[in-house]
């Protein structure tokens, strides 16, 4: 059967960990969308692992592939598994030939674009994600089965680099340099299609996974991202160029849609908010120069606001994996998880970080927002009236801060009765039953209700 794993939020809410924790009965694990603008956490024997692009199962020795709907910069590729290989382990990873090639252009012109944006900018992580989704869709893209064939990947080069050459030095008047060169491109992408080839490692990703999934193993679909980060669902144009719902894992994977819809699709929660990049925030907790519209440091939100951002940033240790940049906090946005709850059908919820909230005297959630003087419950769909929208909140007792490693041991019923409380009402608003709480960054720091492979 197939466990397809949703970020139900803006990215980053501990998906790399619960793909470790339930990965354990997997016997292969996918991505199925992005490419290295993720950073999946996974801490693994007092280890910590931060890997962009390879899937986080490969951490624990499962066939990691990346799927058809991914976009794969090699160079990161082959630094991530060689790096891998020197820390002992042997990644087995495997990758589409569907898969389309981040190239060196895709990267400089997702930094151009960011500039020019000003206001309308993503605060994207300029991996060149979002313009080598473009060339997919423009059909003038460059997939790894073309790496492995020069004739191919010489005539796709050559039909499309002097466009992107243009692009950059006529309409955005910038200088170019090697990766705009078809030669030199030619010569290291032909490079890195001969590494592939000698390590056997692409495949046609569809058919590898049913022929896995024929034979009784087990598949986990590794998404990247979140549900608000969604091209289609999230909150455009502050999205990431793909699709991380549970739809995405199908079409990114080849994996027919009854398939997915066959096993369990959990949605994982962080029991607040984090968000790097721009964009509104309605339960945002003061701000973050840079990505917060309109901040102004120094009038801010007011003191007692901005400390307690400092203090979940701080204690939640929100600062980007790819980028390293501080993350925006805020409370939990139900009209939020409602629509993602809706939007991928979620059959399970893992919440993370509730260790992270422990201690505070009260814990808020927003749980609908006034909009035009209206109360609504879910997510308007257009991002111009979503920034119109103000959290009416709900107010919790907090929870101690306990011995959480007792508690992941002792069980559910050990979790402060305040927290549980809280838990709930998550799971009764999504109509969905919680399957794992995060209690800590590590594998022994969850507590699991049920284990979606059993
Ligand atoms: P992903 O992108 O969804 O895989 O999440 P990231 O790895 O980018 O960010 C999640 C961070 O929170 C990582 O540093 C994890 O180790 C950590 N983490 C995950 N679950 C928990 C939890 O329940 N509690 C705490 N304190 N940290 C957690
Ligand atoms: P994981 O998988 C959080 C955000 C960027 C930016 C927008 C578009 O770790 O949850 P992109 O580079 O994709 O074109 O940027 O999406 N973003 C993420 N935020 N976690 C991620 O991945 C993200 N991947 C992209 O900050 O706002
Ligand atoms: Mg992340």
């Not at 309308?120 to 992580?125: E, M, V, Y």
């Not at 020069?150 to 340099?177: M, N, S």
């Not at 999934?213 to 969604?230: K, W, Y």
Request: charged share 30%.
């Amino acid at each position: 059967m197939t466990v397809t794993i949703v970020g139900s939020q803006l990215g980053d809410e501990g998906k790399g960990g619960v793909v470790d924790l339930y990965g354990d009965a997997a016997d292969v694990v996918a991505r199925y969308q992005g490419g290295d603008n993720a950073g999946h956490t996974v801490v693994h024997d007092g280890e910590k692992y931060k890997l962009s692009l390879v899937p986080s199962g490969a951490v624990r020795g499962k066939i990691g592939v990346l799927g058809n709907g991914c976009v794969v910069n090699p160079e990161t590729l082959f630094d991530e598994i060689d790096t891998l290989r020197e820390r002992g382990l042997d990644p087995d990873v495997r990758v589409a030939e569907r898969a389309h090639v981040i190239l060196p252009y895709h990267r400089a012109l997702d930094g151009i674009e960011e500039e020019e944006k000003d206001d309308l900018a993503a605060g994207t992580t300029k991996r060149g994600i979002g313009p080598t989704y473009e060339d997919k869709a423009g059909r003038r893209g460059v997939r790894i089965g073309d790496l492995l064939d020069p004739d191919t990947l010489r005539e796709r080069l050559e039909y499309v680099v002097p466009q992107k050459k243009a692009l950059a030095e006529d309409v955005f008047d910038k200088e170019t340099g090697e990766a705009f060169d078809i030669d030199h491109l030619y010569d290291t992408y032909r490079e890195y299609g001969e590494r592939l080839a000698e390590e056997g490692m692409t495949v046609d990703c569809g058919t590898f996974l049913q022929e896995r999934i024929d034979a009784g193993e087990n598949v986990m679909l590794e998404g990247a991202q979140g549900t608000s980060l969604d091209i289609d669902h999230g909150v455009y144009p502050y999205v990431t160029s793909s699709n991380p719902t549970a739809g995405g894992a199908t079409v990114g994977t080849g994996l027919g849609p009854t398939v997915v819809g066959d096993g369990e699709v959990i949605g994982i929660v962080k029991a607040y908010l984090s968000r790097v990049g721009t964009g509104p925030l309605p339960t945002e907790l003061g701000g973050v120069e840079g990505q917060t519209p309109d901040y102004d440091p120094d009038e801010g939100a007011g003191e007692d606001e901005e400390e307690l951002a400092t203090y979940i940033r701080d204690e939640g240790g929100e600062y980007g994996t790819v980028t390293g940049r501080p993350r925006r906090v805020g409370w939990l946005d139900m009209p939020m998880l409602r629509h993602a709850a809706r939007a991928n059908g979620f059959t399970g919820l893992a919440v993370n970080h509730v260790d992270v909230l422990a201690g505070l005297d009260e814990v808020k959630v927003g749980h609908s927002y006034e909009f035009d003087g209206e109360e609504i419950l879910t997510m308007p769909s257009t991002t111009e009236q979503w920034g119109r929208c103000e959290a009416t909140f709900k107010s919790f007792d907090g929870w101690p801060e306990v011995d959480w490693a007792a508690v992941a041991e002792d069980g559910y019923e050990a979790i402060p009765e305040n927290a549980r409380t809280y838990l709930e009402y998550v799971s009764d608003e999504l109509d969905a039953p919680v399957y794992a709480v995060g209690v800590g960054p590590g594998r022994e720091e969850t507590v699991v209700v049920e284990n979606p492979y059993e």
